[in-house]
Nanobody, 121 residues
Framework: QVQLVESGGGLVQAGGSLRLSCVASGSISSVNAMGWYRQAPGSQRELVARTSSGGSTMYADSVKGRFTISRDNAKNTVYLQMDSLKPEDTAVYYC???????????????WGQGTQVTVSS
């Protein structure tokens, strides 16, 4: 059993900052890629940022230069620092992790429950 628990969402004014956190726990052998998706009302879920186990990162064009993804492998935690927030960043943000589960070993993608980020103009 593996869980992803997110925190850090909320309401912020345009130009402000928020930091999201996501902790993976449970029967984990290794945590591979981790990332963040978001889904705004009436829109499809989209990839925001992703980081590999080795630390390489990629970002959606819409957030480049404003968002920073990082991870603490010892804590099985991924962060998303969001600066210069815009109203169009308003969405539910979901953590995702590709995890190798123990006993028996297999790989599976897990999702968090989502955390609301609202940016007011």
């Amino acid at each position: 059993q593996v869980q992803l628990v997110e925190s850090g969402g909320g309401l912020v004014q345009a130009g402000g900052s928020l930091r999201l956190s996501c902790v993976a726990s449970g029967s984990i052998s290794s945590v591979n890629a981790m990332g963040w998706y978001r889904q705004a009302p009436g829109s499809q879920r989209e990839l925001v940022a992703r980081t590999s186990s080795g630390g390489s990162t990629m970002y959606a064009d819409s957030v480049k230069g404003r968002f920073t993804i990082s991870r603490d492998n010892a804590k099985n935690t991924v962060y998303l620092q969001m600066d210069s927030l815009k109203p169009e960043d308003t969405a539910v943000y979901y953590c995702v992790a590709d995890i190798t589960v123990t006993m028996p070993k297999y790989n599976k993608r897990y999702w968090g429950q989502g955390t609301q980020v609202t940016v007011s103009s």
